[in-house]
């Protein structure tokens, strides 16, 4: 079975949800033939590189909330992420492009460090001073932390290019699949979870999925009365079939 | 859209089939959105590392062959090869274990190079004089050539549990599909090719899978009678919704 996350570094919800789901998934009896593969969303895609500010200034000036308000999220959230064992900094965050880090965590998917990456970079993100957004040696570092290769890491953040394309298709298929908010899980693509939902929520949905499996139908030839199944070449433990067309 | 691929590199129709579902991917119109992954198989999964012997003399030993047939057999190959433009030599060529080389394709796998390696190992066993069973020192060329790193591909070879239980995982996973020879195609865990069928087989696949891909079913609290999906936490492009528990 597989789960897919769609979420954003700069989401809090989104670093709280997959506390809740790594809760389920470790209690589910099918864990070992679970994969979880992580997917890209930026919550500001239109923001620039470098253009960062502080979260409770974002909060105010884009949504229109008041100070008080703000604030009163990040106090909320903070208390949310403590219930699952998380810190959280409630004040003095900063926020901005997360499309580099989406970029990173492709190259990390291709070298087995995925999971590694977006966990140091919600960590950064959300509980350590120094800020995520303060430039790409930081990203480095983390990189680093997370198994991968420095240079090779450098490397992907100095060309705009790299696994730019793979973010893109990831935010393609977020819409496709009708997500407009993260955290958005998708189980065997035939599943969807919105939202940091309580752990009992993901344990139901796992449960669901893994029940919904059904035995493959088979494709052969026969459909379009071409070649038919027995025709086709194959090996088993008792050898290969020869076809006879 | 996802294709799990079971083969093994000692299989022929594997390397043969391969090219035919290449041949209808490339002009499948959605291809953009079709992610390939390699899955382990072991023909002769009983077999020591080192303990190979020529082809013609395993199909007459294992299958009961006479040579006339095993040989009839290797030139049909060569012929149905030819076909799909791969080189295919049908004397002289060797069989052994292939655990070590499933195991270096989880490793290609985690560096996002297993199609090259998949690739470079189909041709050094069907196309080169070269055997593949000639040692780990060969199977690292090859690793190279598609793109990884010596030390670390010779470093895989070098520990036996090294990607071992990927390649168990993947056995057990083609057991509890069905599958019972290869190559085995399943299209998002759903639809299932068994053999080397002709293109037009993979084009009526894909296109059945792609037809059958339904809207995603939203697994929310309100059914446990518990926290409900208005309650979760989640953020959008117009902010983060905060829960009211």
Redesign the interface.
């Known amino acids: 079975m597989?789960v897919e996350i769609w979420s954003?570094i700069?989401?809090?919800?989104?670093y709280?949800?997959k506390a809740r789901f790594e809760k389920a998934l470790a209690a589910f009896p099918h864990r070992?033939?679970v994969e979880v593969v992580h997917r890209s969303f930026e919550?500001?895609p239109g923001r620039a590189k470098g253009d960062t500010q502080p979260v409770i200034t974002m909060?105010t000036r884009?949504?229109g909330?008041s100070e008080a308000q703000a604030r009163a999220?990040e106090e909320?959230?903070g208390t949310?992420a403590a219930a699952e064992g998380l810190e959280y900094r409630t004040h003095g965050r900063d926020t901005g492009s997360t499309f580099d880090m989406h970029r990173l965590l492709h190259f990390a998917?291709?070298?087995?460090r995925q999971d590694e990456l977006i966990q140091a970079l919600y960590r950064a993100n959300f509980a350590e001073e120094r800020s995520v957004f303060d430039g790409d040696e930081h990203l480095v570092e983390l990189a680093v932390s997370a198994g991968l290769d420095a240079d090779a890491a450098r490397a992907v953040l100095a060309d705009p290019s790299a696994h730019a394309d793979d973010v893109r298709?990831d935010e393609r298929?977020a819409a496709a699949?009708?997500a407009?908010?993260?955290?958005f899980f998708?189980?065997?693509?035939?599943?969807?979870?919105?939202?940091?939902?309580?752990a009992?929520?993901f344990t139901?949905?796992l449960t669901?999925a893994w029940d919904a499996?059904?035995?493959?139908?088979?494709?052969?030839?026969a459909?379009?009365g071409?070649?038919d199944?027995e025709d086709?070449?194959?090996?088993?433990?008792?050898?290969?079939?020869?076809p006879r067309h």
Request: glycine content about 16%.
């Open positions: 597989r954003d700069a989401c809090p919800w989104c709280v949800g070992d033939r919550l500001d909060l884009k949504y909330m999220g909320n959230l949310q998917k291709a070298h087995g298709a298929e699949l009708g407009n908010g993260v955290p998708v189980l065997d693509r035939a599943f969807g979870v919105s939202g940091a939902q309580p009992e929520v139901q949905a669901q499996r059904s035995p493959l139908r088979p494709v052969t030839g459909v379009t071409g070649a199944a086709a070449g194959a090996c088993g433990p008792d050898g290969c079939a020869v």
